[in-house]
């Protein structure tokens, strides 16, 4: 397949058709190609998703590490989606989002490890995507910084101020009755 056109929109089913090999992103039909994850990024993901596997383990809800496809704003056809991302980290608690493929529609759960590439379209254009599809909890993890924004729905259905914790912190995660993510072991390798 040629390499998607800047200026040219697509749609999920465009995405179906790329190689497999290559994650790709499309916001608002703009297709954007995802570098490989550094070591420091791959180590926080594991550790990140290690303790909510451990925690989600017997119950109903799953956490998926990426390569993980998230199709939101399904609505009539799901092949004409516009936004497809692969966060690093998404929990599922409504099983019937879930397909073969990935999750339809939006999870409850999303955490991005920001980048030096992809630092402003975590910040913005994902942040104001995820917040717009209902995403419940959106983490933004800053490894250099050692620090974790937490933005949490409220009633307007917009994420009010984020709460930050640093490394030396732990944090509930608010979706979960009794969750708690140590910070700590997540950024040691940092």
Same mark, same amino acid.
């Given at each position: 397949?040629?390499?998607?056109?800047?200026?040219?929109? +697509?749609?999920?089913?465009? +995405?179906?058709? !790329?190689?497999?090999?290559?994650? !790709?992103?499309?916001?608002?039909?703009?297709? +954007?190609?995802?570098?490989?994850?550094?070591?420091?990024?791959?180590?926080?993901?594991?550790?990140?998703?290690?303790?909510?596997?451990?925690?989600?383990?017997?119950?109903?809800?799953?956490?998926?590490?990426?390569?993980?496809?998230?199709?939101?704003?399904?609505?009539?056809?799901?092949?004409?989606?516009?936004?497809?991302?692969?966060?690093?980290?998404?929990?599922?608690?409504?099983?019937?989002?879930?397909?073969?493929?990935?999750?339809?529609?939006?999870?409850?759960?999303?955490?991005?490890?920001?980048?030096?590439?992809?630092?402003?379209?975590?910040?913005?254009?994902?942040?104001?995507?995820?917040?717009?599809?209902?995403?419940?909890?959106? !983490?933004?993890?800053?490894?250099?910084?050692?620090?974790?924004?937490?933005?949490?729905?409220?009633?307007?259905?917009?994420?009010?101020?984020?709460?930050?914790?640093?490394?030396?912190?732990?944090?509930?995660?608010?979706?979960?009755?009794?969750?708690?993510?140590?910070?700590?072991?997540?950024?040691?390798?940092?």
């Amino acid at each position: 397949m040629p390499l998607p056109k800047p200026e040219q929109k +697509y749609s999920y089913s465009d +995405y179906l058709t !790329w190689d497999e090999n290559e994650r !790709w992103e499309i916001l608002d039909g703009v297709a +954007y190609m995802q570098a490989a994850s550094s070591r420091i990024h791959q180590e926080i993901l594991m550790e990140l998703s290690r303790q909510i596997s451990n925690y989600l383990s017997g119950k109903p809800c799953k956490v998926y590490p990426a390569p993980f496809c998230v199709r939101l704003d399904v609505e009539k056809n799901d092949v004409d989606v516009k936004n497809v991302v692969e966060p690093d980290i998404t929990i599922v608690c409504d099983s019937s989002k879930l397909d073969d493929r990935g999750c339809k529609g939006s999870p409850d759960m999303i955490i991005e490890i920001i980048s030096p590439s992809t630092g402003k379209t975590d910040r913005f254009i994902k942040f104001n995507k995820y917040e717009k599809a209902g995403v419940e909890v959106y !983490w933004v993890v800053e490894p250099d910084q050692k620090l974790v924004s937490v933005f949490t729905l409220q009633s307007d259905r917009r994420y009010g101020r984020p709460e930050m914790y640093t490394d030396e912190d732990k944090v509930k995660v608010s979706i979960f009755q009794d969750l708690e993510i140590d910070l700590k072991p997540v950024f040691d390798k940092v």
